[in-house]
């Protein structure tokens, strides 16, 4: 029997059902174990509580003994490498995009000038305050049912969230706007999950490869080494997509390339640093590398500090 840590939110343990099952279907025996986390216990906001609040008491359950493996939101993870630990599945990523769900069926562009609208990212706040559409930015925790509830309350006119989470519960009829990247660069590995397990336990690490998705991982390696690079942090204002696209070479075959876009972005939306690139999907890692020094060529450690040193950032 694999026993598969979780958080217990309805949201976490979703997530982690979809590896429970799939490990299941494969032939594998698998099941769930609720592990509370410092994140779950804390009600202040996720910037303050420091990289790996959701991360860390997982990790633990493994080092330990209570569980064999455990599921994280990827882009909760540090990006810094824990030789204890390897990540053996990245399964197939979900729609990475950040949802808009706005009283009336608004989108974005039709909210009006002081609307309210709550999100939990320093990230998302300074990308809406960069559209200069004038709204009013207020923090926001709780799960998902009680973000969505701010906005049915009437205590909120609208609230980002990121789109998988609603994929996951099947709330996709409330999203009012899908925001493109063009508006808004999600964070580095949104909507992909990371399956880990001990770094000496090969074993298991053989089974779990096998819903690994290739792509995914290449587009998850990317972004997170761009995230690295940056010394940013998983509550810093970087966006970052990357994906794998198909180009033709001047004799017409077709062949996959990994494209990846990212941003740093001024906290109140006076400035966004963007960059992008490509390269091949098995140069991933260096790919992030590369966009990371153009942005920092271009100004984004200035960006990054100051968003570190912003009573602001706290929204």
Request: aromatic share 0%; charged share 25%; proline share 5%.
């Amino acid at each position: 029997m694999i026993r598969i840590g979780t958080r217990g939110s309805l949201l976490a343990s979703t997530q982690a059902s979809v590896v429970r099952d799939a490990l299941i279907a494969n032939g594998h025996l698998a099941e769930l174990v609720i592990i509370s986390t410092a994140g779950d216990r804390s009600s202040a906001p996720i910037e303050t509580l420091g990289v790996g609040a959701f991360t860390t008491a997982l990790r633990e359950a493994i080092q330990d003994g209570r569980v064999d493996a455990a599921v994280h939101s990827h882009k909760d993870l540090p990006t810094a490498d824990d030789p204890r630990f390897t990540i053996g599945a990245i399964p197939p990523r979900n729609d990475p995009r950040d949802a808009l769900v706005a009283r009336d069926g608004l989108v974005l562009g039709e909210l009006p000038a002081g609307a309210l609208v709550g999100t939990s990212s320093p990230r998302r706040a300074a990308q809406l305050r960069a559209l200069g559409l004038g709204l009013e930015i207020r923090p926001l925790r709780g799960n998902l049912d009680t973000r969505l509830n701010r906005v049915s309350s009437g205590d909120l006119d609208a609230v980002v969230v990121a789109r998988a989470g609603l994929a996951r519960l099947g709330r996709l009829a409330d999203v009012t706007e899908t925001l493109e990247p063009v508006q808004m660069l999600p964070a580095p590995a949104q909507g992909a999950l990371a399956v880990e397990c001990r770094a000496d336990d090969s074993r298991l690490a053989a089974v779990l490869a096998e819903l690994d998705h290739a792509e995914t991982r290449a587009a998850i390696t990317a972004e997170r080494a761009l995230l690295a690079e940056l010394e940013a942090g998983c509550s810093a204002p970087v966006g970052a997509i990357a994906e794998v696209v198909e180009s033709i070479d001047e004799d017409g075959r077709v062949f996959d390339e990994l494209s990846l876009r990212a941003c740093v972005a001024a906290l109140d939306g006076s400035d966004v640093i963007r960059a992008s690139g490509i390269g091949a999907p098995e140069r991933a890692r260096e790919l992030g590398l590369s966009v990371a020094a153009e942005l920092l060529e271009l100004g984004a450690g200035e960006l990054i500090g100051q968003a570190r040193r912003d009573p602001a950032h706290e929204n």
